[in-house]
């Protein structure tokens, strides 16, 4: 183990994706004439993990602890700073311009906003196609067939073609952002709060929608979310952002059954459960304040200043990973 | 005699029926939750009890009585009474609700200016008590503060320090923390659950989350396409969900218990099926167990303690 944020060996040969290390800092300017670098905001400050192929990986945290950006950044939407990224053996992270783009091919990303992320000016049909193009893929009656093969897997009938984005309810039109990231049979998805702007009962079906795309298309899924539950549900493995950084990753029914870190027990407690009896007796921890900014992270743990249980050794060194059972690895200095 | 009783609202936009026909009622220190999707008129029903509906677009009908007043046939001046030492009302994004270029202390000591004749020094003081009661640390120096330094949770409590600032006995909270992260929803829970405890205030929970009314509320109703489709005490309802939509948002839930990888069993369509759909009950469309007198006839809202709008609840029970 080389640095203290780094989670033991990873990039092991049956991963589909592994990231090593990967940093992601945005300089701060001030200054209207000349320009002054002032400081820089760590978004993403060295985090490590590793996907198997066909496996879902859960990516949590609340807002502001770099999650989107370390999604990004996998995809190179955003430079990283440092780190590597590798896909199937590819350096993602080595790639210029050119084999990058035909790279992407393999690497697809659903948005959060659907109707944001479709243009308005583009019918399904063309909605479609367009990655075809881009990449050259297919005669045009080819792309058609791909297109209605592709909207029959969503679950969406052939009539939309002709549709346009703001034709659509906010399910069916996240089931075209999928659809879209589908049309090149990518290897990896990464889907940024795939169902957070959706109502439960479509919510629900978008979910079980994603997990049946995997099997149908043999898929490796990065799920990006703020909600614990939702993650859980889709996910083998489980990592908790704070700030920058992974302060814990398991499998999926150890991080909710035996959750070590602090900050993990505190989200699990904060989760409101549909359940009045479980409410009652659930026994919670609510944090004191707000996120500090990542632009000045707090010395040691950077969760110490929300920690119920920071000491003094919190603030004087960076805890260093420690493995708590098969696979578990937390970022904590004290054994909870 | 009911805190707040809601009778037969009718709330409509045009042609468009937002709340068709809506009863309910909150009693003294009692928290109520009205829980739904988008578009089942939670909101519009919290705005039209609050009288702030522009008065050009909704026509509103039926009755909202608080404490036997009816205040759709109040007088505005009356009504603006009301507002603040009785009804106050907390909204979900708070960066639109506070005045972006007035400080906060100015916004709260306005409210004790107007309604509770305070002035100079005294509102100040009471301003940071407010602020302070709130959970705002360092009260005095925020009180010179804009509202776009604070963070989304720290705006919410400022919202909550106004509303409460005449100790309002109705509050009307409307998605108070859907904006905000899960750690800082259970800080702002935490917070209106002290308040409903110390201060004897009743509470009306307007929210989507079936998690955020099991924590919090007495009584819940479940609205549908402007109507209550079941009302029952919380405990009773979860334990015994019986109209056929209560049943299905449950299933769609993520639940942190529940074995990972198993499909849920969500709703099918969505709430644009209805649309246009005038005969019957209006779930009648995504329902697994519709039958024909289902779309026979609107089927009324029946029980006692525990109502439900369904003709063939018994079957799904």
């Known amino acids: 183990m080389s640095i203290g944020t780094e989670p033991g060996p990873i990039g092991a040969t049956t991963d589909l994706l592994s990231v090593e290390d990967l940093v992601v800092h945005f300089p701060i300017r001030r200054g209207l004439v000349v320009e002054r670098t002032v400081g820089h905001v760590r978004a993403v400050d060295g985090v490590s993990l590793g996907i198997a192929a066909g496996r879902t990986y859960g990516l949590v945290g609340e807002s502001g602890c770099g999650k989107t950006t370390f999604g990004r950044a996998v995809l190179r939407l955003e430079e990283p700073t440092g780190g590597r990224v590798r896909l199937d053996g590819t350096e993602v992270t080595g790639l210029r311009s050119d084999r990058l783009r035909r790279f992407r091919s393999r690497m697809q990303m659903v948005f959060q906003d659907p109707l944001g992320s479709l243009n308005p000016r583009h019918n399904v049909d063309m909605l479609l196609a367009e990655p075809l193009k881009v990449h050259g893929v297919g005669s045009r009656s080819e792309q058609r067939r791909l297109a209605i093969e592709t909207l029959d897997a969503v679950g969406l009938p052939s009539s939309v073609l002709e549709r346009y984005p703001h034709e659509f309810s906010g399910g069916q039109r996240q089931r075209l952002g999928i659809a879209r990231a589908l049309m090149l049979r990518p290897d990896l998805v990464i889907c940024d709060e795939p169902v957070s702007a959706l109502d439960v009962s479509i919510q629900a079906q978008v979910m079980n929608l994603l997990e049946q795309l995997q099997g149908e298309f043999n898929l490796t899924y990065l799920v990006i979310a703020h909600d614990l539950a939702v993650v859980r549900h889709m996910s083998d493995r489980v990592g908790v952002m704070y700030l920058g950084n992974l302060v814990e990753e398991a499998d999926s029914e150890a991080i909710y059954d035996d959750p070590r870190h602090p900050y993990t027990k505190a989200l699990l407690s904060a989760v409101p459960q549909p359940d009045p009896e479980a409410e009652a007796d659930r026994e919670r921890i609510i944090l004191k304040g707000d996120l500090p900014s990542p632009a000045d992270p707090p010395s040691g743990c950077r969760f110490r200043t929300r920690c119920p249980w920071a000491a003094d050794i919190c603030a004087e060194e960076v805890p260093v990973w420690r493995e708590v059972g098969d696979g578990h690895r937390v970022a904590c200095h004290f054994d909870l | ?317």
């Open chain 2, 1 to 317: 005699m009911a805190l707040l009783e809601v009778e037969d609202l009718r709330v409509s936009f045009g042609e468009t029926r937002a709340v068709d026909g809506v009863d309910f009622q909150v009693d003294e220190g009692q928290v109520v939750g009205l829980v739904g999707e988008s578009g089942c008129g939670k909101s519009v029903t919290s705005l039209a009890i609050m009288g702030l509906l522009p008065r050009r677009a909704a026509s509103v009908a039926g009755a909202a009585r608080y404490d036997g007043v009816d205040l759709f046939s109040l007088p505005r001046g009356e009504m603006r009474r009301l507002r603040g030492p009785d009804l106050a009302m907390v909204f979900q994004d708070p960066l639109s609700s506070l005045n972006p270029v007035v400080q906060i202390g100015r916004q709260i000591t306005e409210v004790l200016e107007r309604h509770r004749g305070m002035r100079g020094e005294a509102a100040r003081k009471e301003a940071v008590h407010l602020l302070d009661r709130v959970g705002i640390p360092d009260p005095a120096r925020r009180l010179g503060e804009y509202p776009h330094q604070l963070s989304g949770g720290m705006r919410q409590r400022v919202l909550i320090a106004i509303s409460v600032a005449c100790a309002p006995r109705l509050l009307i909270a409307d998605e108070p923390t859907t904006a905000l992260d899960v750690t800082i929803q259970a800080q702002i829970l935490e917070l209106l659950k002290d308040l409903v405890d110390s201060e004897g205030t009743a509470l009306l929970m307007i929210t989507h989350d079936l998690g955020v009314v099991a924590g919090l509320c007495d009584e819940v109703n479940v609205l549908y396409s402007g109507r209550v489709v079941e009302s029952a005490p919380a405990r009773d309802l979860f334990a015994r969900p019986t109209h056929p939509y209560t049943v299905g948002l449950l299933n769609s839930i993520p639940r942190l218990d529940l074995p990972i990888h198993e499909p849920l069993r969500p709703i099918r369509g969505s709430i644009a099926d209805v649309i246009g759909w005038n005969d019957g009950c209006a779930f009648a469309p995504r329902c697994d167990r519709v039958a024909e007198e289902c779309v026979a006839g609107e089927p009324p809202l029946i029980g006692a303690a525990h109502m439900h709008r369904c003709v063939r609840a018994e079957e799904v029970a």
